[in-house]
């Protein structure tokens, strides 16, 4: 009697795909507004869904942003030295997955590898400075009266920061890292051309030592949000890459009701060492002390 002839099937492993979220507090929701937008490859091919940020988010991104300032103000510089450094110790194992996210965006590979490592040796650059502008730009300045006058740089606060358009990983330091070394918190907005990349960081912030609501990221439509960085009342200072004539206008504007700094920044630019974009985001505190004078000794302690 022939015996029947039986036959497996193979089954392909089922694919999970990666979902963009939005990174405030240190958690990922999904905007509020439940809308998103489509990010394609060169070719036109889906590559994923990615939120669209609305006002809302923006708003709960500056409270967290708020309600974390105080205690990374607080911290020694050495501690932030260290934490930023960490950062770049997350990035670096993550080599892989964001140039594969870069590839799929439409970098070439060389491109994407150039970019990776000086997004890597940027943040590693940064972390040194965290313990040093203090010591650089601090005085003690000649007064006429017996005290002491001290200037020191302080942070300014909660800054609102709109990411380059051209540049997937590298923007995305340059708009949040000289600010959290000075003490201050981020609510950034992500490229919207290469969005991925940002996510993908906001992963690698939540895996290190940052706390969080120090870093928070939005993804969305440079248009539509950027009078709302520029008007928050509660907002300090905003920074912006690669933006028009007209929209520095605007942004300027409505930046005057609340007195918030503004700085503009081009890609490539060269005139700026590392230093001065965290120094744009310092507040020059000067503090007096008198100094006791001793009856009768004629000198001054």
Not at 177 to 197: D, Q, R
Request: net charge neutral; hydrophobic share 40%.
């Amino acid at each position: 009697m022939a015996s029947k002839k039986t036959t497996s099937k193979t089954t392909l492993p089922l694919a999970v795909n990666k979902t963009y979220k939005i990174y405030i507090g240190g958690a990922f929701p999904r905007t509020e507004s439940g809308r998103y937008t489509e990010v394609r490859d060169a070719r036109g091919g889906f590559i994923a869904n990615v939120c669209l940020s609305s006002r809302k988010d923006f708003r709960n991104a500056v409270v967290a942003a708020r309600a974390a300032q105080e205690g990374w103000q607080d911290r020694s510089a050495y501690n932030r030295s260290q934490t930023v450094y960490r950062v770049a110790e997350m990035l670096q194992q993550r080599e892989s997955l964001f140039i594969d996210e870069m590839l799929t965006m439409g970098y070439a590979r060389t491109k994407a590898k150039r970019e990776f490592d000086a997004s890597v040796d940027l943040i590693v650059h940064y972390a040194g400075w965290c313990d040093k502008y203090i010591q650089i730009y601090s005085s003690v300045n000649p007064v006429a009266s017996s005290h002491f006058n001290f200037s020191v740089p302080e942070a300014t606060g909660v800054v609102a920061s709109i990411a380059a358009q051209d540049a997937a990983l590298r923007g995305i330091i340059q708009a949040c890292v000289p600010a959290i070394c000075g003490g201050n918190t981020v609510v950034m907005l992500a490229s919207e051309k290469y969005p991925l990349c940002a996510v993908t960081f906001a992963e690698v912030l939540a895996t290190s030592d940052l706390p969080g609501g120090v870093v928070n990221i939005l993804t969305g439509n440079r248009a539509e949000l950027q009078s709302h960085f520029a008007s928050h009342m509660d907002v300090n200072a905003l920074i912006a890459w690669d933006v028009n004539i007209g929209d520095e206008i605007a942004i300027c504007r409505k930046a005057a009701d609340n007195v918030k700094r503004t700085y503009f920044y081009e890609s490539g630019n060269k005139s700026l060492q590392p230093v001065d974009y965290i120094m744009n985001l310092q507040e020059i505190k000067t503090t007096w002390h008198p100094i006791e004078i001793i009856k009768g000794s004629g000198s001054g302690y």
